[in-house]
């Protein structure tokens, strides 16, 4: 399989030089994946411009990326303006898969994951403090 990966601190992209994602070559994409995350990667991004094709081997391949994205609070955004890929996508009912259009609108959406995450996990410790806590101590009364 062909393909480009290019890391940053917040994701990995993966641009697939090929037209199909089959049975012939989807654990190709599955090993990259996994060595994504063992790199520590939470959000990945693969650019899907120029498949044409996809059949059950690359559907399930990208099922179970996203599944690892979505346990690590990250994100798997395939990004494709392909009509028929996105019905595809669509049909396989992958739970919370991110379809984006555009490589710079899946970074965007990125970013937005980790700032909503950091949101999330400031609450938490709020919360974990006691700082929202209501009534006093028993030395108070």
């Given at each position: 399989m062909e393909f480009k990966v290019e890391k940053n601190e917040q994701y990995a992209l993966i641009e697939l030089k090929e037209t199909a994602l089959t049975q012939e070559n989807h654990t190709d994409l599955e090993n990259i994946v996994r060595q994504l995350f063992r790199e520590g990667y939470g959000n990945i991004i693969i650019?899907?411009?120029?498949?044409?094709?996809?059949?059950?081997?690359?559907?399930?391949?990208?099922?179970?990326?996203?599944?690892?994205?979505?346990?690590?609070?990250?994100?798997?955004?395939?990004?494709?303006?392909?009509?028929?890929?996105?019905?595809?996508?669509?049909?396989?009912?992958?739970?919370?898969?991110?379809?984006?259009?555009?490589?710079?609108?899946?970074?965007?959406?990125?970013?937005?994951?980790?700032?909503?995450?950091?949101?999330?996990?400031?609450?938490?410790?709020?919360?974990?403090?006691g700082e929202y806590s209501e009534g006093g101590s028993d030395d108070d009364y």
């Open positions: 650019e899907f411009n120029q498949i044409i094709e996809l059949d059950g081997h690359g559907i399930s391949v990208i099922r179970k990326a996203n599944k690892i994205c979505l346990n690590e609070l990250g994100l798997l955004i395939i990004v494709t303006k392909n009509d028929e890929i996105i019905d595809q996508l669509d049909a396989a009912k992958i739970e919370e898969l991110t379809v984006m259009p555009t490589v710079q609108e899946a970074i965007d959406a990125v970013y937005l994951n980790e700032l909503e995450n950091d949101f999330q996990s400031d609450e938490d410790d709020e919360y974990d403090h």
